[in-house]
């Protein structure tokens, strides 16, 4: 089966009484709608490490992730549209059985590997990736979270299939490459803001700067928002709970609780507090889970 993204995806107008009063106009860019297997910023970042990995003649991608992440399960679906075998090197110890983002991967052809937490910190040592190496063989190998140069290569032709002039572009951040590519694709004059999902996100700061340097530019025009992780990553409380339940209910959007509802969460919240100046034009990322 041929894998065709949707692209451009989608951008469409969030009617909300609660934007009507502060004169701010709110679009989703609905990235969660590019495939159903490799959604949003998991394509984005993915599109480019794939094309690499061809071209310089591999046949395994390695990457790694905690036992819910979806970008594991999004390199699982990647090597099986693409052709390549895959390993996902897990976070902790296996249990048994799978959880579903788990159980889809090895579905999806996916050997996994786990490492204790202590080795796993150390995961981009050369010591621990030569000793994936000598057990898997040769590989390609994608970080954690997709998060390199390419990946941001691929963020970075977000912007330009937004079909207007915007003042600000809005999305979650995780390992912050999102983030980073967003900000290196936009306009003069635009700002994007992160919003990080991780209790203590101010790390992120460090880490978009670092990755703009691998991929040769380093910008200014982004911030990152760290109020709104609701008690850290793939966490959740009632109140975001039934934001997520009120979301769905005005709007027929589901939103992804670990990621895109605290984003949407926190955007609303900054236009109650005046953030942002009357007449300003918003793109939230919806990046799917």
Known sequence: MVFEPRLPTPVTELVDDRLAASGVRLYLKRDDLIHPDIPGNKWRKLKYNLAAASEQSHHTLLTFGGAYSNHIRA?????????????????GEEHLPLNPVL????????????????????????????????????????????????????CSELPAEIPFAFDYICCASGTGGTLAGIALGLGEGCQAIGFSALKGGDFLVDEVRRLQWD?????????????????????????????????????GLTLDWVYVAKMMYGILALVRQGRFARGSMIVAVVTGA
Not at 104 to 113: H, N, S, T, W
Not at 122 to 134: H, I, Q, S
């Open 75 to 91: 390199t699982a679906a990647a090597g099986h549209h693409f052709g390549f075998s895959t390993v996902g090197v897990i976070r």
């Open 103 to 154: 159980d889809y991967a090895v579905e999806r052809g996916m050997r996994l590997v786990y490492l204790d937490r202590a080795t796993y910190r150390a995961k981009t040592d050369p010591a621990v990736v030569e000793g994936l190496r000598r057990r898997f063989g040769e590989f390609y190998l994608v970080p954690e979270g997709g998060s390199n140069a390419l990946a941001l290569r691929g």
């Open 215 to 251: 991929h040769g530019r380093v910008t200014d025009n982004w911030s990152i928002e760290t109020a709104f992780h609701f008690g850290g990553y793939a966490r959740r409380t009632a109140e975001l709970d039934e934001f997520v339940r009120d979301f769905d209910e005005r709007h």
